[in-house]
């Protein structure tokens, strides 16, 4: 019998199922048996399988591929030892039986047997935490994360104290906000930005220099706070602040986020996104554009209500209920997108007409073909 810490027992066992705690007796001779907690005790082998074994070493003899098989019935039967072994006993038989080396944890290369383990070392891999072979420039990275994850935490206390300071008028506070120069502190600075935004504009001279800071940091997270103040943002000054700098540096961006917003069925966020894509005017969005002149917001709504009593003609009675869920569609039209759609065709503008606009552009993308045939 196998402990669950690693040892082992040889003798008669015997499972006794005791209502308080379940234990195995183990008679290791005449004169002494063991109780061990069967929670541990990790296997038991009986006689049988110890005699089917027996059996099977004396015929597999000095056979590779018998050995390699009875290592297999090893392993199914939990004796695990005794499969290793006769998986070594496999390939001194048979040195290139492919699946026991393969279990021996070996690998070939350049024709020649290594084990995986020194072949992986041989290329400067390493094995991270979950026994995967990486590069040690992996294992660092991801330690630096764990240490850098730490410090962000630390920076969303540190940025909430500060703000807590100005707001009390602590002059100094500001400064130190200000001085902040450590990208780890875009996640915390970038959390203010997003959660201030309907704080009014006395929060305004705040606001701004946490959108600054995040232009000087220009993490991954630092734009995406950026990327949503220009979208979302309801104070004037601080959306065009941040819609102008990912003119310059983030366009890519800032169109990714802002075009699938123009299919929305909220006339809202189809306003949003193409006052915020005005900044960002593309020819090569002309058709979408078209598209979102007006847009249909479906609603549920509850028709009728309460209920009634009636009569047939035959003098009988009834009682039903008057009310249901229906779908009603309301068109929007949006300025907006039309004041886009003349920013890339200032010459022309067919109001909401979407075939006109559609015909137009279809037009400037097809160029009438010249004849081609000759006078006789």
Not at 338 to 350: G, K, M, T, Y
Request: charged content about 25%; aromatic content about 8%.
């Amino acid at each position: 019998m196998l402990l669950s810490t690693g040892g082992q027992l040889t003798g008669k066992v015997r499972e006794v199922d005791s209502k308080k705690t379940p234990y195995v007796l183990v008679q290791v001779d005449q004169e002494l048996s063991v109780a061990i907690a069967k929670a541990n005790s990790r296997m038991i082998v009986g006689d049988e399988k110890l005699n089917e074994y027996r059996r099977q070493v004396v015929e597999a003899g000095q056979d590779g591929q018998a050995h390699y098989e009875l290592a297999t019935w090893c392993r199914k039967n939990n004796l695990l030892q005794q499969r290793k072994y006769h998986l070594i006993r496999t390939i001194d038989l048979l040195p290139d039986h492919p699946n026991a080396r393969a279990a021996l944890g070996y690998t070939k290369r350049d024709g020649k047997w290594i084990l995986t383990e020194v072949w992986r070392r041989n290329q400067g891999l390493v094995k991270d935490r979950k026994g995967q072979w990486v590069l040690p420039e992996v294992v660092a990275w991801r330690e630096n994360a764990d240490v850098n994850d730490k410090i962000a935490k630390r920076w969303i206390k540190t940025v909430k104290q500060l703000l807590s300071k100005i707001l009390r008028g602590d002059a100094e506070a500001m400064v130190e906000l200000k001085a902040i120069n450590d990208p780890l502190a875009s996640r915390a600075i970038a959390k203010e930005l997003i959660d201030s935004q309907k704080r009014g504009s006395s929060w305004r001279p705040v606001r701004m220099v946490w959108l600054q800071k995040l232009m000087e940091f220009r993490t991954g997270a630092a734009v995406e706070a950026i990327v949503k103040t220009g979208l979302l943002e309801s104070d004037d000054v601080i959306r065009e602040e941040a819609l102008r700098w990912l003119q310059s540096n983030e366009t890519s961006s800032a169109i990714a986020t802002y075009m699938p917003w123009l299919k929305s069925n909220n006339p809202q966020q189809v306003k949003a996104a193409a006052r915020a894509l005005s900044f960002f005017p593309n020819s090569e969005s002309a058709f979408a554009y078209i598209d979102a002149l007006i847009t249909i917001e479906e609603r549920t709504q509850q028709v009728g209500g309460g209920s009634r009593a009636g009569f047939d003609n035959t003098g009988g009675g009834g009682f039903s209920q008057g009310s249901k869920q229906v779908v009603v569609k309301k068109p929007h039209r949006h300025p907006e997108v039309l004041q886009l759609l003349r920013s890339i065709a200032p010459d022309v503008d067919f109001g909401y007409d979407k075939s006109a606009w559609k015909n137009y552009f279809a037009q400037l993308r097809s160029p009438p073909r010249s004849d081609l045939r000759r006078d006789s």
